[in-house]
């Protein structure tokens, strides 16, 4: 029984001591520029002077191929007539595909 309590005791001062570290760690960083505060970044010319991060890139929308359904970005997709496509050479093959009562 005692060496339970003792592996719970020594697993709570484990997980005391790594936060410490972090803590002491993000201080130290933070003290000397490394770190920055949250939301400010530094502009590079030496001075120290902070300004505002870039906002995040929002991830880019991705598109469903009419041929095969594979999803694709939207920057690298193919549109034709209005439907998209994932590659040129699926855009013509379904502009060969026959289709209405030929395609029977």
Known sequence: ????????????VGQWLVKALRRHDAHTA???GAGGAPGTASNGDGNGAA???QAP???????RCVECGVHAPKSDSVVVAGQPF??????????TRPTGRDAR
């Open 51 to 53: 300004r505002p991060a």
């Open 57 to 63: 890139q929002l991830a880019e929308p991705m598109i």
């Open 1 to 12: 029984m005692r060496q339970i309590f003792l592996l719970i005791l020594l697993f709570f």
């Open 30 to 32: 933070q003290r000397t």
């Open 86 to 95: 994932c590659s040129a050479a699926h855009a013509q093959r379904h502009g």
